[in-house]
């Protein structure tokens, strides 16, 4: 399977905890956005990769979270000290951009995430 | 900041039926997505825009990038069962050296569709 993919799928954890989620992007893809979701709502913006360089960080993304693509391939979310709120699906996608033409953002399972 | 509408927010159909949602804009988008989403997975991509004025189809979807830019619709021709889940439009705004930017959603149009 050549999309993009996402571990784990579910996650349950308490609140105060930190949690860490993956994201491997389709290879070819230079661009990589992390998208959170609540029910009944559509993805929000989070944050971007271009290659390994974070270009920008939505006002969601508070001093919690942080995002790394170390070599420009996969991605971490890291949530410390979760809170309920954080309950949430967060959702990876990517996409290939060359010289302003880009071809859809495409997005991965899904990680589920539950703070009790 | 930017906000999309989008109507309906759910619909009930029978088999066989054609179906028009539509998204507006608050401001203008220069690329117009449109994704289906399951319960439980990622969106899909459904059908892509990147011209004011285009009509384009994918099988029996077909949608529009308005003229104004500030809105499109998706139909779905002779709906059948597996077209049930939820559909989202989404608005792209490049920046002026033409790279993209992330993608502003609507809340979701949830299609039943009834044998």
């Known amino acids: 399977d050549t999309g993009v993919s996402q571990d784990p799928r579910h996650k349950i954890t308490k609140r105060g905890q930190n949690v860490t989620f993956r994201c491997d992007p389709i290879s070819e893809h230079n661009r990589l956005y992390w998208y959170r979701q609540t029910l009944g709502q559509g993805p929000e913006f989070l944050t971007y990769?271009?290659?390994?360089?974070?270009?920008?960080k939505s006002r969601l993304l508070s001093d919690r979270f942080s995002a790394e693509r170390p070599k420009g391939s996969f991605s971490t979310l890291e949530i410390q000290r979760t809170e309920q709120g954080d309950s949430a699906m967060y959702l990876c996608?990517?996409?290939?951009?060359?010289?302003?033409?880009?071809?859809?953002?495409?997005f991965g399972p899904g990680t589920r995430l539950t703070v009790t | 900041g930017q906000q999309l509408n989008q109507s309906p927010q759910s619909m009930f159909i029978q088999e066989g039926e054609d179906v028009s949602m539509n998204c507006t804009s608050s401001?203008?988008?220069?690329?117009w997505l449109w994704y289906k989403q399951e319960p439980g997975e990622g969106p899909v991509l459904l059908i892509a825009?990147?011209?004011?004025?285009e009509l384009t189809s994918n099988g029996r979807l077909t949608a529009q990038f308005g003229i104004t830019r500030k809105d499109s619709f998706l139909n779905i021709s002779a709906s059948i069962p597996s077209d049930v889940g939820i559909y989202f439009c989404?608005?792209?705004?490049?920046?002026?050296?033409?790279?993209?930017?992330?993608?502003?959603f609507g809340s979701g149009t949830q299609l039943t569709v009834l044998p």
């Open positions: 401001s203008i988008f220069n690329t």
């Open positions: 996608a990517s996409s290939l951009d060359l010289l302003g033409r880009g071809l859809g953002q495409y």
């Open positions: 989404a608005g792209q705004l490049r920046r002026s050296s033409g790279s993209a930017r992330q993608l502003t």
């Open positions: 825009l990147y011209k004011a004025g």
């Open positions: 990769f271009q290659n390994e360089a974070q270009l920008e």
